[in-house]
């Protein structure tokens, strides 16, 4: 494990934007992590006051229209995002490999079963399908966890099952098959790790996607609701302040366009490094 | 050819047939009481009940499955509690400023996309290159909505030179209804102020809503253009003497524009999904502008409506490009 990290590391010393992307995202984490014992102001604290400032030496990224501080909700505002995209890719990715490999290992009708569902989920484009089930479950943290998953899981399915059809007739799972394996254990050590690689690449990718989208349900008044801190409902509320607060709107989006930024960045090294056909090539 | 085209409409009837199923779950199924989300919040215990009967909440669930599925295909989306008209109505009304948006957005897709693509491929590892791939990973990691906002920032607040909502100015009137898309009808009616107008209105959103499928694009002409390049009909046209023009423009790009195609026709969700936040950050009249106003009322069956509208326009577009790709591709055979 040592080895590989040491390995990783030398191999992304020659890529810049990726390690850069990956140092980004370990630092936005570690500041989502620590938020509430870091010298902040507090995210909540509401002053008539001071509403509608903009930046200054104490508030750095001005205030909102309750007279919160914006540099601290924005900080906080990456602990909701990152915990609900993290969540998020987990559930979709668990879900979606089981389904996938059980049904690319298997075949016929539960192949055939499986495909026509995901067709289903995949006739729909992501984010409105993740509305109309917001909409029934209603707001908060946990129904937006609950529909983005309903929207990824597919797409886990479909790239675990191309796997798992992949690995079965591979010589090492018919030596397995002949030897008299049972069925779940070629499946969980034999077919499971050989098709964890583009999993992670996917997962990891999907990270950015998953805050986008919460962003944007939040944005349009689902998802997560005041006053937690969170980027795409602080835009929501910015907007209406565009003319006169140019700050309101500006940082809590650059927030979430760093940290997807660096999660798309880290993750496409993360790609060129465990798929070696894009290795070769060097694009 | 006809074999698959039949083929594939059966499993797009699966496929819909299956999307109708999955909103009656979650429209019957998932919530508490249906009858008391379609009543709206502000409802009374009488009102729910009476919508109970009317809609047939009371029935079994298997008749209210058979009640539904029948009215959809009748073209009946139920009744909207916020307008208190049918939903299709107001869909019809709402979804060509849809439409006019991003057809918009994919042409300009088109128009930037496919030839960035092919200056990063021919100058391969250049500033160029490197300038579009920085650009197209940047412009993936936007959301759609804050650049919709920065953009009216910019233009708007600040330049003054471009509108941030709306489709037409206040100070003019529509141009006579024909097809519902303000650009084409004022052509149509030869009503030059107006086209003028539409088309400024439509630059900041198309532009927000495009930016990250031009990315997407890009990058992928630039990675199949490049897949073709090395092939060896490439090497045969370059060695017989042919301009690099030629063979780039009438030999590779041919070839390289089919894998393009899938991506685009999937860019079609992007923009349908983008158009919902662009709509709603410049109050562009289309069906996801409607959809959002319906979330404060919790108006239910209008949501219903634009999530299946969706799902059969996106549905409809990628059967025609799959198709389209067996006409344009004579390797291909179904």
């Given at each position: 494990m040592k080895a590989l990290w040491k390995k990783l590391g030398r191999w992304m010393a020659g890529r810049p934007l990726a390690a850069a992307g990956a140092a980004a995202l370990l630092a936005i984490l570690l500041l989502a992590l620590f938020a509430p014992w870091l010298p902040l102001q507090d995210p909540q604290s509401v002053s008539m006051r001071d509403k509608l400032l903009p930046p200054s030496a104490a508030h750095p990224m001005g205030t909102d229209d309750l007279g919160r501080d914006m540099f601290s909700r924005v900080v906080h505002g990456a602990r909701t995002s990152l915990l609900v995209s993290v969540i998020v890719v987990a559930c979709a990715s668990v879900f979606g490999l089981v389904v996938g490999l059980t049904a690319g290992y298997f075949g016929g009708m539960a192949d055939e079963l499986m495909m026509r569902t995901t067709d289903i989920f995949l006739a729909f484009p992501g984010l409105i399908l993740a509305m109309a089930v917001a909409v029934v479950l209603g707001p908060g943290v946990v129904p937006t966890i609950v529909a983005l998953s309903i929207v990824w899981w597919p797409w886990y399915a479909r790239l675990a099952r191309s796997e798992a059809l992949m690995h079965k007739q591979a010589d090492f799972v018919e030596a397995a098959r002949a030897l008299g394996v049972p069925t779940w254990r070629i499946l969980r050590s034999h077919i499971l790790p050989n098709?964890?690689?583009?999993?992670?690449?996917?997962?990891?990718?999907?990270?950015g996607y998953a805050i986008l989208t919460t962003a944007a349900l939040s944005f349009i008044g689902l998802g997560v609701q005041e006053p937690t801190a969170e980027w795409g409902a602080m835009l929501n509320i910015g907007r209406k302040y565009l003319l006169s607060a140019w700050w309101f709107i500006t940082f809590p989006g650059l927030a979430i366009f760093i940290t997807v930024l660096a999660i798309n960045l880290a993750g496409d090294g993360l790609r060129d490094y465990l798929d070696p056909r894009t290795r070769k090539r060097g694009a | 050819m006809a074999r698959y085209i039949v083929k594939r409409l059966a499993l797009l009837t699966v496929t819909l047939l299956g999307v109708l199923t999955l909103t009656f779950f979650v429209s019957h199924v998932v919530p508490g009481d249906p009858a008391r989300l379609a009543a709206g919040v502000r409802a009374k215990p009488e009102q729910v009940e009476a919508l109970r009967t009317r809609l047939g909440l009371d029935r079994p669930l298997w008749q209210q499955y058979g009640r539904y599925i029948a009215g959809v295909v009748r073209g009946d989306?139920?009744?909207?509690?916020?307008?208190?008209?049918?939903?299709?109505?107001?869909?019809?009304?709402?979804?060509?400023?849809?439409?006019?948006?991003?057809?918009?957005?994919?042409i300009l897709c088109l128009l930037i996309g496919i030839p960035s693509g092919i200056l990063s491929a021919v100058k391969r590892e250049s500033v160029i290159d490197h300038v579009s791939r920085v650009a197209a990973t940047a412009a993936v990691s936007m959301p759609t909505f804050w650049l919709g906002l920065l953009l009216q920032l910019l233009f708007f607040r600040w330049l003054q030179i471009l509108p941030a909502t709306g489709r037409l100015g206040f100070y003019l009137s529509p141009p006579a209804h024909a097809t519902g898309l303000y650009v084409v009808d004022s052509l149509l009616s030869g009503n030059w102020t107006a086209f003028g107008d539409s088309f400024v209105h439509l630059i900041l959103p198309g532009t927000a809503l495009a930016a990250s499928s031009i990315a997407v694009i890009t990058r992928m002409t630039r990675s199949s253009l490049l897949e073709i390049l090395s092939l060896d009909y490439v090497r045969t046209a370059r060695s017989k003497g042919l301009a690099e023009k030629v063979v780039i423009l009438k030999h590779a790009l041919r070839n390289a524009l089919l894998p393009s195609l899938t991506v685009i026709g999937l860019q079609v969700g992007v923009l349908l999904a983008g158009a919902v936040l662009i709509e709603v950050v410049f109050s562009w009249p289309g069906i996801g502008l409607y959809a959002v106003q319906s979330i404060t009322f919790v108006d239910f069956q209008a949501i219903l409506g634009v999530t299946l509208i969706t799902a059969i326009v996106y549905s409809g577009v990628n059967l025609i490009v799959d198709v389209l790709y067996g006409v344009i591709d004579p390797r291909i055979h179904y």
């Open positions: 098709s964890l690689s583009p999993l992670i690449v996917q997962a990891t990718l999907d990270m | 989306l139920g009744e909207s509690i916020r307008t208190r008209r049918p939903v299709s109505a107001d869909l019809a009304e709402y979804f060509p400023a849809t439409v006019e948006l991003t057809a918009f957005a994919m």
